[in-house]
């Protein structure tokens, strides 16, 4: 997805030179997934605004353009993903008005773009690109003319823009100036002392910024080196935001790869650290107890989310149903519409969502508020939209995670989620104090178990990759608590190996997918530590093994099935409720290893985006 990056300084006074400021903020968007990036610069002597731009790499572009050499002291820059027409150098940002005097990078979708621009083409303004942002500097162009005041002019462009925006725009006109507005597509502004930046993500300005303000929805404005000016667009007003200013506590080497190939296995890696953070997060947070205050009084609870999160959420229903024997309805976020007619006052949703940003997952969340029904965010982010527009917002502590695919965030989430089911096991009355207390306790070991993992199964993961790249397909089977962990292992190999894989309950095989299995297809089983599941796992391995498919077990030392497993991925033993905690690992592992020897970059996913703020 597109990234933005923006910087305004009082010359002299920034760390680096500000081209170069902007330069590495933009490098650290590449994680976003783009297929083209720009600059654009403006300074007080200006009378056009510099824009440099093209298909590539940020690499490859800086020798082409020198990015990073760019004059000037305000300045912005973008990475594109392509929508609105092809990856091609002239549809990259920023775009310009007729008169090269203001330059825009937007990210979102503006769904009334072909209106504005035949109006505008009538009017007389010639167009270069085919993207729906090159809208806005001829709107903005437009209304100048007629009001000769830029941010009025900025503001009234905005109001008629309908879809989705973060946009940051310069202009000749008051070159220390860097205009924004946001709606339903993440947009921060980062405090320096004699410069501000404006970003799309915080890792983008982290290096030389800690103190952050998240914008809202609807949130117009505009920062110069010293101050920024916010105004809420629907009440025409300034907005106080210095209690908003949040001191951002993730460091510089949470967003570098310190010394790893990828962010993706440096964050695998980085699971008992998350873990353990989260879990401080969660003893010394009163929004648990607050939460099974809720979950108490609801009539119906459901919980949403996509991707990876909504597998977390899929564990967090399976364990409320086993632990606490109370019913939660999971859904996909983006299938909200099949679930909102029965919902009414009273009853609860849970939205998981790392990012806190997910379009799909933000709308699913206001059709049920709009019901009357309490939300419960869980997030990584902290004041996201997601969490903003819930009644309670929980959060992990999992860092910034810069792999597109996920990975400690959701073993994150798993662990918050089962820490929450559990609390209202115990507030129900079906965990005593003491079953309860011990698998808190072993939620509290957990980022021991978990440093466990990789030296018991490095090697035979990076061997059993080898076999697995050049393989077309793969099942990943389980039953319970293992599912949704069978479902996550599934979706890592695909999204960033590129092979097929696909996750179902064990149980099904014989109901139709057996019939694909053949000699050597891969059979990946997740066992939970339940040893009634390991009994119905034999004979689901024993089925495949029929087949002559390769058996691969992600299983707790001492499984009964390692006899019939041609490959075994031992993790140590733990509760059962535990099983995301301790059986992803290795199924992250085997997904990056697979990716790597098939020669793809784990961190850039084709056709994938770290956050989704598209419906
Ligand atoms: O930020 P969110 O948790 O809401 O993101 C949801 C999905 O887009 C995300 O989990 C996606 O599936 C990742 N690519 C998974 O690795």
Redesign the pocket.
């Known amino acids: 997805m597109c990234g933005i990056i923006g910087l305004t300084c009082i010359p002299g006074s920034t760390p680096d030179r500000p081209s170069l400021m902007v330069y590495r903020g933009l490098l650290r968007l590449e994680y976003r997934g783009y297929d083209s990036a720009g600059v654009a610069s403006v300074s007080a002597e200006s009378s056009r605004v510099v824009v440099l731009k093209g298909r590539g790499r940020i690499a490859e572009l800086e020798g082409k353009y020198g990015f990073s050499k760019v004059d000037g002291f305000t300045i912005v820059a973008h990475t594109r993903w392509a929508t609105h027409g092809a990856p091609i150098d002239v549809n990259a940002h920023p775009h310009t008005d007729c008169g090269t005097k203001i330059a825009v990078v937007h990210n979102g979708i503006i769904q009334n773009y072909r209106e504005l621009r035949r109006e505008l083409t009538s009017r007389g303004h010639i167009f270069v690109s085919e993207t729906d942002t090159e809208v806005v500097p001829h709107l903005v162009e437009e209304l100048y003319g007629k009001r000769r005041d830029i941010y009025s002019a900025f503001k009234k462009a905005v109001e008629v823009l309908e879809g989705s925006y973060a946009i940051a725009l310069i202009s000749v006109v008051e070159p220390d100036k860097i205009f924004f507005a946001r709606k339903d597509s993440p947009l921060i502004i980062g405090l320096g002392n004699g410069f501000n930046f404006v970003a799309s993500d915080i890792p983008a300005f982290l290096e030389y910024s800690r103190r952050a303000v998240v914008l809202r929805d609807y949130e117009v404005g505009y920062i110069t080196p010293v101050s920024a000016f916010i105004e809420d667009l629907r009440e025409s007003r300034p907005v106080d935001y210095t209690h908003r200013v949040r001191f951002i506590e993730w460091s510089i080497e949470d967003a570098s790869k310190g010394g790893y190939a990828h962010f993706m296995i440096k964050e695998i890696l980085e699971q008992p650290r998350a873990l353990k953070n989260t879990l401080q997060g969660i003893e010394g947070d009163d929004g648990f107890r607050k939460a099974v205050d809720l979950l108490l009084n609801a009539n119906r609870i459901y919980v949403t ?5 909504y597998h977390a959420a899929l564990y967090y229903s399976l364990l409320m149903q086993r632990l606490a024997g109370a019913q939660v309805v999971p859904f996909i976020a983006s299938e909200h519409y099949s679930y909102e007619g029965v919902v009414s006052e009273g009853d609860l949703l849970i939205a ?4 806190g ?2 379009i799909d ?1 933000l709308v699913a969340l206001r059709a049920f508020r709009e019901r009357g029904a309490k939300v419960i965010a869980l997030s990584n982010v902290i004041d996201s939209a997601i969490p903003r527009e819930s009644h309670l917002a929980l959060y992990t502590r999992a860092g910034p995670e810069i792999g ?3 990975t400690k ?1 959701f073993t994150t989430q798993a662990l918050a989620l089962a820490w929450l089911a559990v609390s209202y096991a115990l507030a129900v009355g079906r965990l005593t104090v003491s079953e309860a207390e011990g698998i808190r306790g072993e939620l509290r070991s957990s980022p021991r178990l978990v440093s466990e993992i990789m030296p018991l199964i490095e090697d035979r993961a990076r061997r059993l990759s080898e076999w697995l790249s050049a393989r077309s397909s793969a099942y990943y089977l389980s039953r319970g608590v293992g599912l949704p962990v069978a479902m996550e292992g599934a ?2 190999l695909k ?1 960033i190996a590129y092979v097929h894989a696909e996750a179902y309950p064990a149980g099904e095989s014989k109901h139709g997918p057996i019939a694909l299995v053949s000699s050597g297809f891969p059979a990946v089983f997740v066992v939970p530590v339940d040893n009634y599941l390991e009994k119905l796992l034999l004979g689901n391995v024993q089925e495949m093994k029929a087949r002559s498919a390769v058996t691969i077990g992600v299983a707790p030392l001492g499984t009964s099935l390692e006899d019939q497993l041609d490959y075994l991925l031992p993790v140590p033993r733990a509760h059962w409720a535990l099983t995301p905690l301790t059986h992803t690992l290795p199924l992250q592992l085997i997904a990056y290893y697979t990716a790597v020897a098939r020669g793809f970059d784990p961190d850039k996913p084709r056709n ?1 985006a770290k ?2 703020t598209v419906e």
């Open positions: 989310a996509a991707g990876t999160s998981v969502s790392q990012s940003e997910t997952s597109v695919a996920a965030t979706l890592k999204e994938l956050t989704v």
